[in-house]
Every structure is written in structure tokens, then in C-alpha cells.
């Protein structure tokens, strides 16, 4: 095996953990895998024979091209960031993960903090991930922001602050799967005061639609909706699309996704707290949802 194969070898074995890092720094797998794609390019140009560390050395180039992407965005759309719902990742309903699931693994993290951490500055949301996340320290961290170890402790700690406020899905995962069954149900059977029963008073819904498509027949504009018999009002939303709707995994919580002639169509995240549904985030913009990798 040459010089350069090994390297190869060794990036690959780092590959799954780079693309977990770039898709929290992201929200996006299309660029969470250009950046990975880009810590690949700048690797094979770079003589890291005197890196003790590669695996951290690789965290530390992903996080920078992380970083630039981040402070490079004006804005995603036009709309409100308040609508916006980032990438969700998909899973079978079984548990069983895929060779694409490593985001996913057992330090998922749920699409309703995914949301949060858009609010966040590129550098609060950097020491954020870094740090709570995958447990690099302040001073390593520090070189990446151009800040002291201080201001980045700081930078985290801000960040903090906003995801403890962030509404959390309680563990029990069948429980909360015997909660999105019973929301499927009843939106198959139009059903609005089973709807009503399974929602928290002050249910938020997101509904992220992107450019508005005609030929879907979910939310026709991006909406943010709050309280349980607002939501109820939208149940017509959730009834047209129930017989297409399916079981699944999204960012390793129960969840469902709408798929019409092998098209996928929508994917909805469900939040659930002390057994009712506290928060739904729904992608339904056609144009991102065509790279979501599906589940086998």
C-alpha cells in the first residue's frame, strides 16, 4: 500500500465521526458532505507525517471549512429562519441503521435542536458542537474562532443557554413511538379530538415547505403555527397525506415520512414530553427533500 492509499484508509476510517461534526455544524447533509469532501482535498495536499493526531487534526479542518460555510450564509431563503427546518436524517422504524446512518448512532441528535442551533452565531454554535458535543477543549477550540480560551468557554456557554430552553423528547422511545402511532391513526381517520388529546396546550408546529409546490398536498406555504387547537386546525394537512404516511426514524426518534410513488415527499420530526406532542417540525420542501437518503 502506497503513501497515499494509506491515506486514504486512514480518512475513510475517520469519515463517519467528520460527517456526524460537519452535519451538527450544518444541518445539511449536502454541505455537511462538501465539507467532508473538502478536509479530503486539503488532507491530500498536506504532509501530516509529523501529526500525532490525525483523527483530531481532521476535526480541527472540517470545523474550519464548517465555520467559513456558516459565516458565509446570508440567509438560506428569503422566509423567515423562524419556518426553516433543517436535514433530517432518516432510519427504518426497526432501529436498524444503515452504512449511511452515522449521524445518527447513539449520540443523535434530535431535529427540534437542530432548529435551535440555527438561531446561533457561527462561533456559538462551533464551541457549542465542539465542546457539549464531541468534548474537544476550549483551547483547541480557541484556535479555530480566533479567540481566546476565555471568550470561547464564553461562546459556548451562550450557546448553552438558548439549547436548554430547546423543548426535549422524553427517552422513552416506545413511548413516544406508541404517541406518533396514535397521531398517525388519528390523522387517518380524521379523528381531530384524538389530535387534540395527543397535543400539549402550547404545541408549536413548523412547516418548512420551501418554494411551494402545487403538486404536494401537505402545508401550500412555509407557517409557524402555535397552540394545540391552531394545529387542530391544520389536522386537514395531516389526514390528506396519513394514506402515504409511514413509520420511520428521524434523527433516531420515532417520526414519519410521506412518500407518494416512491417520491419522497415530506418528512415530519415529532417532539414528546411527558407524553404529549410539545413540538412538530415538517420538511416538505421537494427540492432538498430529493437528496434525503431513504432508508433500505
Known amino acids: 500500500m502506497d503513501e497515499h492509499e494509506q491515506l486514504a484508509r486512514r480518512f475513510e476510517e475517520n469519515r463517519g465521526h467528520l460527517r456526524a461534526v460537519a452535519y451538527r455544524m450544518l444541518g445539511s447533509l449536502p454541505e455537511a458532505e462538501d465539507a467532508v469532501q473538502e478536509a479530503w482535498l486539503r488532507l ?3 504532509d501530516v507525517s509529523d501529526v500525532g493526531n490525525l483523527s483530531g487534526w481532521l476535526t480541527t479542518v472540517v470545523s474550519r471549512v464548517c465555520l467559513d460555510m456558516l459565516r458565509s450564509r446570508k440567509s438560506r431563503r428569503e422566509d423567515s429562519l423562524d419556518t426553516y427546518v433543517p436535514d433530517p436524517v432518516i432510519g427504518r422504524a426497526d432501529g436498524e441503521l444503515g452504512p449511511e446512518d452515522e449521524v445518527v448512532q447513539a449520540d443523535a441528535i434530535g431535529l427540534a435542536l437542530l432548529v435551535v442551533l440555527e438561531t446561533l452565531s457561527p462561533a ?7 465542546h457539549d458535543m464531541f468534548g474537544v477543549g476550549f483551547d483547541e ?7 481566546s480560551p476565555a471568550a470561547t468557554r464564553q461562546l459556548a456557554s451562550r450557546a448553552r443557554r438558548r439549547v436548554q430552553g430547546a423543548p426535549a423528547s422524553d427517552g422513552d422511545v416506545s413511548r413516544q413511538r406508541a ?4 397521531f398517525m391513526a388519528a390523522s387517518r381517520g380524521g379523528d381531530f379530538e384524538a389530535l387534540l388529546a395527543l397535543l400539549d396546550p402550547d404545541v408549536l408546529l413548523r412547516a418548512d ?3 411551494a409546490s402545487a403538486e404536494f398536498a401537505g402545508p401550500a406555504v412555509s407557517k ?6 391552531a394545529v387542530v386546525e391544520q389536522a386537514l394537512m395531516f389526514s390528506r397525506m396519513a394514506p402515504y404516511n409511514q413509520l420511520v426514524l428521524v434523527n433516531g426518534l420515532p417520526g414519519v415520512m410521506t412518500v407518494v410513488n416512491d417520491r419522497l415527499m415530506g418528512v ?3 417532539t414528546v414530553t411527558d407524553g404529549k406532542i410539545t ?3 415538517i420538511l416538505a420542501d421537494l427540492d432538498r427533500l430529493e437528496v434525503i437518503p431513504l432508508p433500505a
Not at 124 to 130: I, T
Open 124 to 130: 456559538e454554535r462551533l464551541a457549542f458542537v465542539l
Open 141 to 147: 477550540i480557541a484556535t479555530i474562532v480566533d479567540k
Open 279 to 281: 413540538q412538530i417540525d
Open 179 to 182: 404517541v406518533v402511532e396514535a
Open 224 to 229: 409557524l403555527v402555535r397552540g394545540a387547537k
Open 209 to 211: 415547505a420551501g418554494t
Open 268 to 270: 415530519m420530526a415529532v
Open 44 to 46: 491530500s495536499r498536506t
